[in-house]
């Protein structure tokens, strides 16, 4: 986290946005919302787990993308 952080200042210094990559599931997808969420320069956030069945057998809250194509963050 510190690292994107870190890439979130220098994209904001240079005035572009960020997009991070995130292939890893459900726990890094939370943590990349919240980082998101504290960030100025943040575009959008690419995950694809909302749609395995066995990620809601690992995870309490699985991230779901509501039709206007955001997610909010946790309510934990």
Request: net charge negative; proline share 9%.
């Amino acid at each position: 986290i510190t690292e994107m952080l870190k890439i979130a200042a220098l994209a904001e210094t240079y005035g572009v946005g960020f997009a991070p990559h995130n292939p890893n599931g459900p726990v890094q997808s939370i943590a990349s919302m919240h980082l998101a969420a504290t960030t100025q320069p943040f575009a959008m956030l690419e995950h694809r787990h909302e749609h395995h069945d066995w990620m809601k057998k690992l995870a309490t809250y699985v991230p779901s993308v509501e039709a206007d194509g955001c997610v909010g963050l946790p309510p934990g």
